[in-house]
């Protein structure tokens, strides 16, 4: 696939296709500059099992941000400039 700037320049989407909760440290740096929310913030309890922040039940042992609605993203890449553990993958369209 091919794609253009506005101006006519080629440009690639490089698409968000997944968070590792490991390295992310849910900051929110990537949430902040998404204008199309593609990532949502969910915590994690002591046994690793992701809950809402909501919960009560359950106490959050660390927040990470996951993938909300991955048919959202536009591949700009705003979220990896911003990132500071480079916890997330892209990838280009599929041909």
Do not use: F
């Not at 696939?1 to 992310?24: E, F, H, Q």
């Not at 740096?29 to 099992?49: I, P, S």
């Amino acid at each position: 696939m091919s794609y253009a700037t506005r101006d006519g320049r080629d440009w690639k989407p490089d698409y968000l296709v997944s968070i590792d909760p490991k390295k992310c440290i849910g900051c929110g740096r990537c949430y902040k500059v998404c204008g199309r929310e593609v990532m949502t913030l969910k915590g994690l309890n002591e046994d690793g099992e992701m809950i809402d922040l909501d919960d009560d039940d359950d106490e959050v042992e660390k927040k990470v941000m996951v993938m909300n609605d991955d048919g959202a993203c536009i591949g700009c890449g705003a979220c990896a400039r911003v990132c500071p553990t480079n916890c997330q993958t892209h990838a280009p369209a599929a041909a």
